[in-house]
């Protein structure tokens, strides 16, 4: 029998709790930008604008106050900036062509490209369990393309297969961004990535309302309809911006978007009580697969229990990283033993 003891420990349940939270403000976000679809108002680059003049001003003061030499060179924030802003703006952009639903769902295909990127970048190794859960988890990706090619009803957007392109293009650049904070958090510092983030990400996204935006934003008539969406969608983000870091020190960047998967589950709520909306069955089916492989990836192996007192926050910086147990990795034991002889 499983010792579900061993499996599931305080650490693992935080974690869980800490990516429902980070789920319901991406939810909250995917609803705001359908609102503002709905209402006409096409601007995704000026959405997340805001979020990140939150990021610079709040981080941004932490930073002037310690006074602390940067421990990564700026220029890479820079290169993370402009990736960070282009998955918002395609994410954003493709609730004008398909649901909202459809967009959460596929936002999974950034899970494989996480995988790769902290294989290939990382040196993450992940055990034969958590790749089951994965690949559970991907199951539902296939599912919801198929319901939105092959569906008869077409309510669920205007060109649901150019959105859900769209999205899996900002999926991929969301991995880039998420393995690229993974790094920086737990190579450099959370307040700098933030305040840096936020900085150039203003500057980027700046720049790009003033040529893609400016003939838009002028033609919206901002009322309180208009203007609530648009501070709410950047109250959501900031948050989000502040506590993923947390759960990229803790459990890594595969975890996270696991775990955001089941903003899904959340989305379909609001596509059925607040849209009135139907839903197709095989979107069940394809929550149902996600739910199972975040429990599956989750849980911890007995090996893992064993070792939870090994690692540091000296093993935290080094350039070892395996998100599969967090600070509790036995390649990490190995770094204390071979630096002690």
Request: net charge neutral.
């Amino acid at each position: 029998m499983v010792n579900c003891k061993g499996i599931w420990t305080k650490q693992t349940l935080i974690n869980l709790l800490l990516g429902q939270f980070l789920s319901l403000l991406i939810t909250a976000t995917g609803f705001l930008s359908s609102e503002l679809a709905r209402k006409g108002i096409n601007a995704p680059t000026s959405q997340s604008f805001l979020n990140y003049v939150l990021l610079a001003l709040f981080y941004g003061v932490f930073m002037v106050y310690r006074q602390e030499g940067l421990k990564a060179k700026w220029y890479y924030y820079i290169l993370l900036g402009i990736v960070d802003v282009e998955a918002n703006f395609l994410v954003v952009k493709a609730y004008q062509y398909t649901s909202l639903t459809s967009v959460m769902l596929l936002d999974c295909w950034a899970i494989p490209c996480v995988l790769f990127l902290t294989w290939f970048f990382l040196k993450t190794k992940y055990r034969p369990r958590k790749l089951v859960g994965v690949a559970i988890c991907i199951a539902g990706l296939v599912l919801v393309i198929f319901s939105d090619v092959h569906a008869a009803d077409r309510t669920s957007g205007s060109n649901p297969v150019k959105g859900d392109l769209i999205v899996i293009a900002g999926a991929t650049l969301y991995a880039v961004s998420n393995v690229s904070e993974e790094f920086f958090v737990k190579s450099a510092d959370m307040v700098e990535l933030l305040g840096f983030l936020g900085l150039f990400g203003a500057v980027v996204s700046g720049c790009q309302i003033g040529i893609l935006e400016r003939n838009e934003l002028k033609s919206i008539h901002w009322s309180a309809g208009a203007a609530l969406p648009f501070v709410g969608f950047a109250v959501a983000m900031f948050l989000f911006y502040s506590f993923v870091p947390i759960l990229l020190k803790r459990s890594g960047a595969t975890m996270l978007n696991l775990a955001l998967l089941t903003s899904d589950m959340w989305a379909v709520l609001i596509r059925t009580f607040v849209y009135h909306q139907k839903v197709d069955w095989i979107y069940f089916v394809a929550f149902a697969a996600v739910a199972v492989g975040l429990l599956v990836y989750s849980g911890r192996d007995k090996v893992d229990r064993n070792l939870a007192d090994v690692a540091g926050e000296d093993i935290v910086r080094s350039k070892r990283f395996d998100e599969e147990t967090g600070p509790d990795n036995p390649a990490q034991k190995n770094v204390i033993e071979s630096s002690n002889t």
